[in-house]
């Protein structure tokens, strides 16, 4: 008696079948984080962007913290790290500038760099070249993890700031900045008042280039302060 043949579903994929990737998944990952921030993700939310059962998701991530471990891995893998010069202000500086450039794509994305403990080679390059090159500057491994933790927190604490700087840290715009910098002026503390011009005007471009700066200004001066007691 012959086997009968294997029944052939025929129609159209279920929907979101063709987008059901782990690239896929973290770009609908970004997409909710965008919208609707850190908060608003969720293995329901990322199955709704993509169409599919919830369910499905599970073979790609390991519920929630899986999807921003994703997200995260992606934002390390992506970065286009530049080539070590040897020279230790410039390296760092210039894999400082890779980050941003990354982070502004997805700047609502960047924080999560600071809150998922990765163990993939895409998480972890970024840390092995900032680390490759502090040690290479004489820091012992103990020193470089706290040096790189520190840069790394003023960046995107710098970057956190640039996104969202409109009404707290003052604006761009000229009819913005003359009504921001009265409020100030009028807010009774002298301090203030008198920094008012400053406070009411925002470019992003010079906080970064001040913070970073000063964060790497003051690396430097304590690799070499470091080095000069040894």
């Known amino acids: 008696m012959a086997t009968p043949s294997p029944t052939v579903r025929r129609g159209r994929p279920p929907k979101g079948a063709a987008q059901l990737t782990r690239t896929g998944i973290v770009e609908a990952t970004l997409e909710i984080i ?3 921030g850190v908060g608003g993700v969720g293995i329901r939310a990322v199955a709704r962007v993509l169409g599919v059962d919830p369910k499905s998701l599970y073979n790609h991530v390991d519920g929630k ?3 921003l471990d994703a997200v995260a891995e992606h934002f390390l893998g992506s970065i286009a790290l530049p ?3 040897g020279d230790l202000r410039g390296d760092l500086r210039a894999i400082a500038d890779a ?3 990354r982070a502004l794509l997805h700047p609502e994305a960047a924080a999560l760099v600071l809150t998922r403990q990765l163990a993939s080679l895409e998480g972890l390059a970024p840390i092995q ?3 490759e090159v502090l040690r290479a500057a004489g820091c012992d491994p103990q020193e470089a993890v706290h040096l790189m933790r520190t840069l790394l927190a003023t960046l995107i604490g710098t970057l956190l700031r640039e996104v969202n700087a409109g009404p707290t840290y ?3 715009d000229t009819a913005g900045i003359a009504d921001r910098r009265a409020t100030l002026e009028r807010s009774g503390l002298p301090a203030v ?4 011009p400053h406070l009411a005007r925002f470019d992003s471009q010079a ?3 001040y913070a970073m700066n000063f964060a790497l200004d003051s690396a430097v001066t304590r690799i070499r302060m470091g080095l000069a007691r040894s």
């Open 207 to 209: 906080e970064y280039e």
């Open 193 to 196: 008042a008198e920094a008012a």
């Open 170 to 172: 003052g604006t761009s």
């Open 65 to 67: 913290d899986g999807l």
């Open 83 to 85: 080539p070590v010069t």
């Open 99 to 101: 980050f941003r450039d």
């Open 34 to 36: 965008g919208a609707d």
């Open 129 to 131: 070249r900032v680390l």
